[in-house]
């Protein structure tokens, strides 16, 4: 939150990205012209310097930080136990519309999503949910979006390359079988998803989960 205002005023900032609350951004960003500011994000990883836009967020950065450490297995245990979603990602924006589960249409659309969080491979058509949640194309992804901030289609890949994180911290050789596993097509895909998600490729995402020769072990597997 405003804590990165004190980063930058130590210099730890400068020539990097960083977030702030979004209130504040434009403050910050006349204020240090070194830094980066990217307004929208919910965290910024800039390796051993972590900024976070408020006390959710916060929350979002604490995991991610959790998983680069001890695993996505862990972190995604700590989530759980928290009652929070353990896929929500740096990049998300930080104004979502997040009605509270109040209606039947939005309790199952929660349903919906927890369905396909847990099976994310095969997913039917958007227009097979609309049918089986009993609304229209048009109101279920208003309802999707308003929930996750994004489109159906990127609420999936952000699960699947959970998936992919949690199958490559378990030991899963050669990153086409990771991408199988997790519902992408190749390992191609997976590397455009995990480039899009994570902003490096699943070789140098793993090098930085101490976990002893797992990169090298992908390498060795046609990575």
Known sequence: ???????????????????????HAETFAARYPRVTVDAAALFV?????????????????????????????????????????????????????????????????????????ADPIAPPSLDELAKRSNMSRRSLTRHIRARTGGSLGEWIRRVRVARAKELLVAGVRGL???????????????????????????????AHQRVPGAALSLMSGKS
């Open 176 to 206: 086409d079988d990771v991408a199988l596993r997790s519902g992408f097509p190749d390992a191609h895909a997976l590397r455009t998803a995990f480039r899009t998600e994570v902003g490096v490729t699943p070789v140098q995402w793993l």
């Open 45 to 117: 990883d800039e390796g051993r310097v972590l900024t976070s836009a408020g006390v959710a967020s916060g929350l979002d950065c604490c995991l991610h930080l959790l998983g680069r450490i001890c695993g996505i297995g862990e972190a995604n245990r700590i989530a759980r136990h928290l009652v929070v979603a353990p896929q929500r990602a740096g990049g998300q924006p930080q104004l979502i519309e997040r009605p509270a589960i109040g209606s039947t249409a939005d309790r199952r659309v929660t349903e919906l999503l927890e369905v396909l969080r």
């Open 1 to 23: 939150c405003l804590g990165a205002f004190g980063l930058a005023e130590a210099g730890l900032l400068d020539r990097r990205r960083a977030t702030t609350h979004w209130a």
